[in-house]
C-alpha cells in the first residue's frame, strides 16, 4: 500500500519545505484537498489552482498530484486543475451531475479521472463507472468535518470495490486504483492494507509536530511490514 499525505495539516507559510521533507522521505503522490466553502459542511475555503501550480513548479514532473474536489462545480472547473499541474482530478459522485461526460472530457485532456464517494453512499453509484475510472475513492470520515475518528464501517465497501476490481483486471480490463482517506494511522495502516487498499490518504499521522515526516511514514512502513 503507497502512503500519500494530505497536506491540509501542514503550516502553509512553510509549505514547500514540508513537500519536500516528504519526498525526500520517499513520498512521490501529493493528495490536494480543494474545498470551495460552499459544498463541505464546514464551509471552509482551502485553496486552488495557483497553489497547485505553485506544488508542480516546486516539485517537478516526477510527483504525482492529485486533486480531490469537494466542490460544487467540477464539471466546470475541472480544467483549471489540469492546467496548474494536477496529474488525476477526483471528484464527488455526489457533486456531479453527469459523471461519465466528466471521465471523458478528463481523458481526452490527458488527465486521470478518480471518483470519490462519502461513506453513507452506496457502491452502486459508482460500479457502473468503475471500468472507465483510473481511481475510486473511499472516504472513512465526512468530507470536512474536523476532528472525526476513522469510520470502520466503510470495510464492506472497500472490499465490494477490490473484489470488483480484481474481476476487472482478471477480464484484461482496467487496474483501477482503490483509495482511501479519513482517519488513517500507523496504527490502521496495516487493517485496510488488508482490506485491499491501493493508496492511503493520511494527513496529521503523517505531517505533524510530534515527529518528522520520514518517522511517521517509517511507522507506517513499519506496521504494513515494509
Not at 483549471?80 to 466528466?102: C, K, N, R, T, W
Not at 483509495?179 to 500507523?186: A, P
Request: with cysteine.
Amino acid at each position: 500500500m503507497e502512503v500519500t499525505p494530505s497536506i491540509l495539516t501542514a503550516d502553509f507559510s512553510r509549505l514547500g519545505e514540508t513537500l519536500e521533507e516528504a519526498v525526500a522521505a520517499g513520498i512521490d503522490w501529493i493528495h490536494m484537498d480543494v474545498m470551495d466553502g460552499n459544498w463541505v459542511v464546514n464551509r471552509t475555503i482551502t485553496f486552488g489552482p495557483a497553489l497547485i501550480r505553485s506544488v508542480r513548479e516546486r516539485l517537478g514532473p516526477e510527483v504525482t498530484i492529485d486533486c480531490h474536489l469537494m466542490i460544487t462545480n467540477a464539471e466546470e472547473t475541472w480544467e483549471q486543475y489540469a492546467d496548474a499541474g494536477a496529474d488525476m482530478v477526483i471528484a464527488h459522485i455526489e457533486a456531479v451531475d453527469d459523471f461519465p461526460s466528466l471521465i471523458e472530457a478528463l481523458h481526452g485532456a490527458n488527465v486521470q479521472a478518480g471518483c470519490v464517494l462519502n461513506p453513507a453512499t452506496p457502491v452502486d453509484f459508482v460500479m457502473s463507472l468503475l471500468s472507465e475510472l483510473d481511481l475510486v475513492l473511499v472516504m472513512s470520515v465526512v468530507p470536512g468535518k474536523g476532528g472525526q475518528s476513522f469510520m470502520p464501517e466503510v470495510e464492506a465497501k472497500v472490499r465490494a470495490f477490490r473484489s470488483a476490481i480484481d474481476a476487472q483486471v482478471a477480464a484484461g480490463g482496467r487496474a483501477t486504483k482503490l483509495m482511501i482517506d479519513g482517519g488513517i494511522k500507523d496504527h490502521n495502516a496495516a487493517m485496510v492494507a488488508e482490506w485491499g487498499i491501493d493508496i492511503a490518504v493520511v494527513g496529521s499521522g503523517l505531517i505533524n509536530e510530534r515527529a518528522t515526516i520520514a518517522e511517521n511514514l517509517g511507522a507506517i512502513n513499519a506496521a504494513l511490514g515494509k
